[in-house]
């Protein structure tokens, strides 16, 4: 086999690897365009009809509790949930580590700053 045969046996292998590399992703192009349509009619189906009578009301009257602020519970719900969640993740169970504050973050962030705070978190727990 000659130089110049070697050369063109291997562009031709070449290029039938990017043309089945070609073929792959239009194939899973389409695949995803199938599935999102897929997605979206099943998220267009109305939902099934509910009954439109209301149901009875009974005559007894039940005191209720003193209600809680609902900002306080939330704001005390959320405490508890991030708490856990850093527990969870630094793997350790009363490690002392506590929560002191809970502010909210910029929605607005790039993508490098937010990938700079996750770098910063992992490196410290």
């Known amino acids: 086999m000659t130089v110049g045969q070697s050369l063109i046996l291997g562009l031709q292998v070449a290029l039938i690897g990017m043309a089945i590399v070609f073929l792959g992703l239009i194939i899973l ?3 995803f365009t199938l599935m999102s349509r897929i997605v979206r009619a ?14 009875p009301v009974s005559a007894v009257a039940v005191a209720a509790p003193a209600p809680i602020p609902a900002a306080a519970q939330d704001d005390e719900d959320i405490a508890a949930a991030i708490a856990a969640a850093i527990a969870v993740i630094a793997g350790e ?10 502010r909210r973050m910029g929605g607005n962030a790039s993508s490098w700053n937010a990938a700079g705070r996750m770098d910063i978190i992992n490196t410290r727990y």
Do not use: C, M, Y
């Open 42 to 55: 099943i998220q267009r189906k109305p939902n099934e009809v509910k009954d439109p009578t209301p149901a």
């Open 29 to 31: 192009v389409f695949l």
């Open 93 to 102: 169970e009363g490690s002392g580590l506590v929560v002191r504050s809970i």
